[in-house]
């Protein structure tokens, strides 16, 4: 099977890769001019340079191809240009399916994110069918996925053949950026973690959710939206399980949201406005924090054979990870 892969060298996007290749896919990879293809040796294929933002110009990297998928995202908790995020992630999404429309590619897998459901505060456990509409969403990052979402479900509607794969929280080896999930592993390891709020997540095994992109080429049903997850954990049983990896003691103190907003506010305008970096909080991530990301994976279990695996085999190769890469302290 040729397949056109997008985010090819990013934290899910390079497992992806992977996981193709070694059921035999014959792979062309978009890449960025500015890309590091360190994590992608190993891998037959082509890589394409380009642009989400210009899909006209990888074109010729769809030409017979039999499927495309469609990883690449823009995710940030903060961003000085929203409309950036909203032109790569919806436009560009919108866009590459018109493409593969117009060149006659059969299947589309689109990696859509968790982060489109509705969630609640009291922790109830959602699915595909929980009912959500964009007014649900928090934040550019969410609203900009489920507006992407929205198109991808629009096509599948009009006939074309489109797979929703929604990760819950990823979590796994090669998080280079680091994702944001993958800043609070950073944090924790570098003992700049001294609080939480109670708040909760879904983890999952990043590499699980690779082999299921295999899977659902054969197996997924268009127009479905397939929730990948793994362990749903308040953070404060996230970070005891870090602790236990590591032994750097689990902080304590759980503070309230009106706490962590006020940091949150201060960080975005000193760190972010004024001294142009990424601010350490958010307000976008503490008015996430109010709702627990608690989700079930039973649709993907039963239709794609998706696994929900213990996530503490792929916390620990993770902390390794970071941790052989300078992202933190070596274990002493």
Known sequence: MKVFLTGATGFVGHHVAHALAAQGADLRMLVRKTSNLSHLEGIHGETYIGDLAQPASFRPALEGCDAVVHV???????????????????????????????????????????????????????????PVSLADMVGHYKRSKFMAEQQAIAAAQDGQDVIILNPTTPIGPNDAKPTPTGRIFVDFLNGKFPAYMDTGLNLVDVCEVARTHVTALTQGKSGRRYILGGENLTLKQILDKMSAITGIPSPSMK?????????????????????????????????MGRKKMFASSARAQQELGFRILPVYPAMRAAIEWFRANGYAPSKI
């Open 255 to 287: 503070i309230p949201f009106a706490v962590a907003a006020t940091y949150a506010f201060f960080e975005e305008w000193i760190t972010g406005r004024i001294r142009g970096r990424e601010p350490r909080a958010t307000l976008e991530e503490v008015r």
């Open 72 to 130: 690449a995202a823009d995710y940030r908790l903060w961003i000085r240009d929203p409309q950036s995020m909203y032109r790569a992630n919806v436009d560009g999404t919108r866009d590459l399916l018109r493409l593969a429309r117009e060149m006659g590619v059969r299947r589309f897998v689109y990696t859509s994110s968790v982060a489109t459901m509705h969630f609640r505060t009291d922790g109830i456990i959602i699915n595909e069918d929980t």
